[in-house]
């Protein structure tokens, strides 16, 4: 199965967003803490609808309590970042990939992506206008992308 990784997410009504993506694709969300909010803020609950009660949803405390309790290969693990020179069309996602994302205002932290550099990808934009696109968008598109090699044709 396919997860979804929110690294220290801030805003509320992104993971309600990202946690509804999750039960429409039959994908697992990750959260690793500290979180920018309480999970039993209304403001995710709203995002996600009535649709939070069937999240498979997995807490870690930090980035190495997941690292050493999932205990993901290196051919697993996708870290999306807007600077990251491979795009995201290229890989070939597994079918149980982690799909990483950092925070909204600071994506993921540094000693993350020290660590984990030939593992990120990024969602091409096309506009010099625009510096990053919204992180439940993203990771949207990027649930979609993964999903494509796994489905029936």
């Known amino acids: 199965m396919t997860s979804i990784v929110l690294v220290q997410p801030e805003i509320p009504g992104n993971t309600g967003a990202v946690g509804r993506t999750c039960v429409a694709l039959d994908m697992e969300l990750v959260l690793i803490h500290p979180l920018g909010f309480e999970i039993s803020d209304k403001r995710v609950k709203r995002s996600g609808l009535d649709?939070?009660?069937?999240?498979?949803?997995?807490?870690?405390?930090?980035?190495?309590?997941?690292?050493?309790?999932?205990a993901p290969r290196a051919d697993q693990l996708f870290l999306f970042e807007e600077y990251a020179e491979r795009s995201f069309y290229e890989?070939?996602?597994?079918?149980?990939?982690?799909?990483?994302?950092?925070?909204e205002t600071k994506g993921i932290p540094p000693e993350i992506v020290a660590a984990h550099r030939e593992q990120m990808v990024s969602l091409p934009m096309r506009s010099d206008k625009v510096r990053s696109l919204n992180l439940a968008n993203t990771v949207a598109a990027a649930a979609y992308q993964a999903l494509r090699a796994h489905l029936p044709r």
Do not use: K, M, Q
């Open 51 to 70: 649709y939070w009660p069937h999240i498979r949803l997995v807490e870690f405390a930090s980035w190495d309590a997941f690292t050493a309790g999932r």
């Open 91 to 103: 890989p070939d996602y597994p079918a149980d990939a982690y799909l990483v994302f950092g925070r």
